[in-house]
């Protein structure tokens, strides 16, 4: 019999799929296109501590608590991590400073208010929140930045040594573990946590919703440029 963890692992998995899927337009968009979808995830990346303090201060689980403390902590090696994506932008030629970048589509708001409104509360928050966490801010992103860097190298010349943000994320975010297993990059380290949240079929399908609302915000995101 296939077991809850399994079956999660197999469900995140299909949707990881789908999602990459979703993303081959990537390598057809224009150069002003593929520039705004730059803007916009810049404008996400900057959801995601308050997101992740957000969650961090109200888990009542330790190890899931210190899951999610330790890649806020991560967010601020070597340095703030928005301060090096602005970095990666400016020698892109493509840094906008925030007063300036009036083009937030009403899809942006609308995802980054349903992830920052997403937090649950009740018996099963944490696995809710930390399922969301994984998925909305580690797993998807991971998928984004594999798919993103063959055009950051071939329009903007980056390499693996001058991108500061682009590529430490797409190496750093990615799932390389099956659910349940220790990992070290951010997909994977909540893995073992979560693992250990999963119960009964409540706790199933409470962390099966967690990750279908994660998947859906970051496709709903993506499909204003399809
Ligand atoms: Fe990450």
Redesign the pocket.
Known sequence: MVSYIESLNHHETTLAGLFQEQLVGISHLGRDSFTTVLLEKRVLSRAFVPLYRTVACQVENKRLRDVVEE?IA?EYRPDDHQKLLDEDLRMMGLYVPDAQYTAKSITLSTVLKASLNFYKRGPQSDLQNGFFLRVY??LL?GIEYDVLWPRLVCDFGLTPDTSQFYWH?KV??EKRVELGVGGET?TDKFSQALAGLVHNRFDFHAAKQAIDTAYLLRSNFWKQFF
């Open positions: 890649i991560d801010g580690e992103p994320h750093h975010d951010h």
